[in-house]
């Protein structure tokens, strides 16, 4: 099944492989799309990437999380944008732009001294609190994702992913450790979904039915038994099938947040139990809802791979850091030179410079 085509969300996928959404630090200073992320993405088309999902773009410099990030806030990265949709779908890859919000995590600088978030819960590690965003606040970042929506619609990219994952703003805002509000985007489960919801409402008057996806954090990570007030299942599964209900035609199942420790990108990643660590969700939601289900998560060897497709775990197998290591992964695995990745799981590839393997050096 790894290697079968796919119908999803209006268009046709040549394999059931994902490259999930990674911060390359290859974007101007600005935000701008260069080339060398073009090169990343048309290497990994032409070795046959069924969806490559881009580097998260912030909708707003408000919202922006790290150096070198790409942006989607303004009309001016559309055409910069076409360009590199143009040499991905020149080699038969769909490609897909995820935006994001920083919100809690958003980086601290002169231009950006605040923080914003649902609730002004103050993170872990870095000891910083954000300011809690008000109503107009809320509404202004409503329209911010939804214009980023119609700039990704006019670059021509295949579809749109909304990062509801990992501690960013639209996570901050399903999840209650994070999102403490007592008025109308706070309290219930429908009430902390609300702000997806709108965008998605939003977008749809400006876009139509273009395709919107969604990465979306299952649980928050905490260990279980935490008395923390976090996020898990089965209210994950809840707002899974809210969003699915709502229009979105795709799911990518992930979880984790910085505050409950290095849960998100685990390492040393060993055997075939300890990969697709958040499979048991993934099932779950794709019982509940008549979208395609994305599992990403350390996901590691083919026999897991198809067993996950084949059990109904998921519809589509999402990687990140095989792909840094390993472009031609796919490949190697349909032409039977591989029947594992290379990858070591050890996140060196988290590199400043631009993301490349540095375990495996040439």
């Known amino acids: 099944m790894l290697f079968e085509p796919m119908a999803m969300c209006g268009f046709d996928v040549r394999n059931r492989f994902v490259r999930s959404a990674t911060h390359e630090w290859m974007a101007q200073a600005d935000g701008t799309p260069t080339s060398r992320i073009g090169d990343m993405y048309e290497e990994l088309s032409r070795n046959e990437v069924g969806i490559i999902v881009t580097g998260y773009a912030y909708v707003n410099p408000k919202g922006k999380s790290d150096r070198f990030q790409q942006g989607i806030y303004d009309d001016r990265f559309i055409e910069a944008y076409r360009e590199i949709v143009s040499r991905v779908h020149a080699h038969g890859s769909r490609i897909v732009l995820q935006v994001v919000h920083g919100g809690r995590q958003t980086m601290i600088s002169s231009e950006n001294p605040y923080a914003f978030a649902p609730s002004a819960v103050t993170l872990t590690g870095t000891g910083i609190t954000p300011e809690e965003m008000g109503e107009q606040e809320i509404l202004e970042t409503i329209e911010d994702f939804a214009q980023a929506v119609r700039r990704c619609k006019e670059a021509g990219f295949d579809a749109v992913q909304l990062h509801c994952a990992h501690g960013f703003l639209l996570s901050n805002f399903i999840s209650p450790y994070t999102n403490r509000r007592k008025d109308r985007w706070g309290g219930s489960t429908m009430k ?171």
């Open 192 to 362: 902390r979904t609300q702000v997806i919801l709108d965008i998605i409402k939003r977008s749809r008057e400006m876009v139509g039915d273009y395709p919107i996806m969604v990465k979306l954090n299952v649980t928050d990570g905490f260990p279980e038994g935490s008395k923390k007030n976090s996020f898990d299942a089965p209210e994950s599964i809840e707002i899974a099938k809210m969003l699915a209900d709502n229009g979105v035609c795709a799911i990518e199942v992930s979880g984790g947040i910085a505050d409950a420790g290095d849960v998100m990108f685990r390492t040393k990643i060993s055997s075939p139990e300890e990969e697709a660590y958040y499979r048991e969700y993934s099932r779950m939601i794709k019982e509940a809802v008549d979208v395609p289900v994305i599992l990403v998560g350390g996901i590691r060897s083919r026999g897991v791979m198809e067993m996950l497709l084949k059990e109904g775990y998921a519809d589509m197998i999402s990687l990140s850091r095989p792909f840094i290591s390993e472009p031609d992964l796919i490949v190697r695995l349909r032409t039977g030179q591989a029947d594992a990745v290379k990858c070591v799981s050890c996140n060196l590839c988290s590199d400043h410079s631009g993301i490349k393997c540095n375990y495996f050096k040439d």
